[in-house]
């Protein structure tokens, strides 16, 4: 693909990454949607980049996602790129974690991609050329004990993303999987020492990181790792 006009709904794309991935995907010239659930993060994202277009989402629910669905489809009858990057971190201790707490990152980070996506689908398969990129992580790869339902739920997606793209192997639907390394804008908060710990590990700058993913999807590399995130598939190879 040559991301060149192209309309593509980032999920999550009010902040972070998800919103570094709009800013370089406007440049090049594409149609970009973000969604997400902070109105006023939202409107600080229009007013940065006045191109860009904003609807609200809660990738957890599947009544939300179809309302959306509704919006997008009549608002933009040309998206062919899907972009699930909605997701959330929490570090936690399983003696004193809350079941709902747990309940909620396993189904913002796995369900939500996976209903995102069931309910695009149909339209997406209906595009000369269309594709799916789901934001996992380089602990997806590795069992990190601090932060683990968000390591699990990163896992689960990595798998899920694998059996997408052989169902979809002879569509037009393409399936890329991004594996970021921890970036300039880190999600782990935690215990003092926790974060002592995790401080350590090298930050890639997350315009470093959507230039990876640009790169890859041009080149049409399905999984795209970049930086810190190679040597924690490596390493996770061994601990299993
Ligand atoms: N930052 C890193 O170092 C890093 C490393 C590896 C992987 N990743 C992955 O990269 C992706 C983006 O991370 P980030 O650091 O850029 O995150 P972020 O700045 O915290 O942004 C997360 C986005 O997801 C949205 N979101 C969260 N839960 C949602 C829900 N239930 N329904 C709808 N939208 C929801 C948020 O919207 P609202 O604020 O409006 O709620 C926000 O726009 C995530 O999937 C993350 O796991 C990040």
Request: hydrophobic letters at 40%; glycine letters at 6%; proline letters at 5%.
């Amino acid at each position: 693909m040559d991301l060149v006009n192209d309309t593509i709904l980032i999920t999550g794309g009010s902040s972070g990454i998800g919103l570094e991935m709009a800013k370089q995907l406007l440049a090049l010239g594409n149609t970009v949607i973000v969604t997400g659930r902070n109105e006023e993060k939202m409107n600080q994202a229009k007013a940065k980049y006045p191109q860009l277009y904003t609807y609200s989402v809660e990738v957890t629910d599947i009544e939300s996602i179809q309302q959306l669905y509704v919006q997008i489809i009549r608002d933009f009858p040309a998206l062919n790129i899907l972009i699930n990057n909605a997701g959330m971190m929490n570090a936690i201790k399983f003696q004193t974690a809350k079941a709902e707490g747990i309940a909620d990152e396993v189904t913002t980070n796995l369900a939500g991609p996976i209903l995102m996506t069931q309910v695009f689908l149909p339209h997406l398969l209906k595009q000369k050329e269309a594709a799916v990129l789901n934001v996992t992580s380089g602990i997806a790869y590795f069992a990190f004990d601090k932060a683990p339902i968000y390591s699990a739920s990163k896992l689960g997606l990595h798998s899920y993303t694998q059996s997408l793209r052989k169902q979809l192997k002879k569509t037009s639907v393409k399936v890329f999987e991004l594996a970021p390394p921890r970036t300039s804008k880190p999600m782990f908060s935690g215990t003092e020492e926790d974060n002592a710990s995790v401080d350590r590990i090298p930050e890639m700058p997350i315009a470093e990181v959507v230039k990876k993913m640009i790169e890859g999807i041009k080149k049409n590399r399905e999984t795209i790792v970049p930086g810190m995130s190679k040597l924690l598939k490596l390493v996770g190879k061994i601990q299993l």
